[in-house]
């Protein structure tokens, strides 16, 4: 399964870093929309989202549009490959983790365990319509989140990707916690019930 996994992942960050430049800013658009309208888009508290790279789909337009009551957050590398997530607004201070993605310079008592938040945003690299989601390969989020396989507690969960990056099946290790929702230019996928909205 690592194979195929890693073959997978291979080509659909290539596809996903081909895309045009047009591509990427009405997807960012659209993708904001779909997040706001999520069924559970929360209108208050902690939501984090990620810093696009590699030709993730950006989020910008979605933070700049949040409910004025919500707090967004950036995922910050902890100890035991673990998450962490810290507020930050655009101007605050960045600087790169150790894969060289920005994240904020924060003290640790200022940082959040994923339980506090409300929603969390993920970036992906593939997903299905169960909810699968394909990430680097680093597990990262998987670790963080791993509560969330003996308990549907919050947060929600909702990758974020272009619709390009969907694919018929994923098959799902031992260790993947599932998407609630995937967004992505194109729609809504809701996963606990597998259909768009």
């Not at 993708?31 to 696009?52: E, M």
């Not at 950036?74 to 100890?79: G, N, S």
Request: net charge negative; hydrophobic share 45%.
């Amino acid at each position: 399964m690592t194979d195929d996994r890693s073959t997978l992942r291979r080509a659909l960050r290539a596809q996903r870093r081909n895309l045009p430049a047009a591509v990427r800013i009405s997807g960012a658009e659209a993708l904001a929309a779909n997040l706001l309208a999520l069924p559970f888009a929360p209108q208050s508290g902690y939501v984090a989202g990620y810093w696009a790279m590699d030709g993730e789909i950006a989020l910008h337009a979605w933070q700049l549009r949040l409910p004025k009551d919500c707090i967004y957050c950036l995922p910050v590398l902890h100890e035991e490959q673990q998450l962490r997530f810290a507020p930050w607004r655009p101007g605050d201070a960045l600087v790169p983790n150790r894969f060289g993605i920005p994240e904020p310079s924060l003290a640790e008592a200022s940082l959040l365990l994923p339980e506090q938040l409300s929603l969390i945003v993920l970036p992906l690299v593939g997903f299905d319509a169960r909810g699968h989601r394909l990430g680097m390969g680093g597990g990262w989020y998987d670790r963080s989140l791993a509560f969330r396989q003996r308990s549907p507690a919050p947060p929600w969960l909702a990758g974020a990707g272009y619709e390009a990056q969907r694919v018929e099946q994923l098959e799902a290790a031992d260790w993947d916690v599932a998407l609630d929702a995937v967004c992505t230019e194109a729609g809504i996928l809701d996963c606990r019930s597998a259909l768009y909205v």
